[in-house]
Nanobody, 124 residues
Framework: QVQLVESGGGLVQPGGSLRLSCAASGRTFSSYVMGWFRQASGKEREFVAAISGSGRNTHYADFVKGRFTVSRDVAKNTVYLQMNSLKPEDTAVYYC?????????????????WGQGTQVTVSS
């Protein structure tokens, strides 16, 4: 069993930055692929980014490439999402998720564990 707790969300102006954190419980954290998803009001949940257990492989949605960076600190059992150049359309609840399979995947139904989410609002 893995428990995930996100933090770092908030209100930021367009063009600003935020760093989301996801703290994971469990001794096998390093074996999980970790993903970030988001869900805007009235829309379906969508993939944002994911990182392999080793941290060597990452995958991003096209709409965040060059702006967001996913990373992980195995010693701290934490995964991060650094978000730069934020836009109003990035406003959403952001979720982290853990996938027991070793490949980095973008489909939300492949992920086994989910956090409660953290709200990110980009507005002037």
């Amino acid at each position: 069993q893995v428990q995930l707790v996100e933090s770092g969300g908030g209100l930021v102006q367009p063009g600003g930055s935020l760093r989301l954190s996801c703290a994971a419980s469990g001794r096998t954290f390093s074996s999980y692929v970790m993903g970030w998803f988001r869900q805007a009001s009235g829309k379906e949940r969508e993939f944002v980014a994911a990182i392999s257990g080793s941290g060597r492989n990452t995958h991003y949605a096209d709409f965040v490439k060059g702006r967001f960076t996913v990373s992980r600190d195995v010693a701290k059992n934490t995964v991060y999402l650094q978000m730069n150049s934020l836009k109003p359309e990035d406003t959403a609840v952001y979720y982290c998720a853990a996938d027991r399979y070793y490949l980095v995947r973008a489909a939300s139904h492949e992920y086994d564990y989910w956090g409660q989410g953290t709200q990110v609002t980009v507005s002037s």
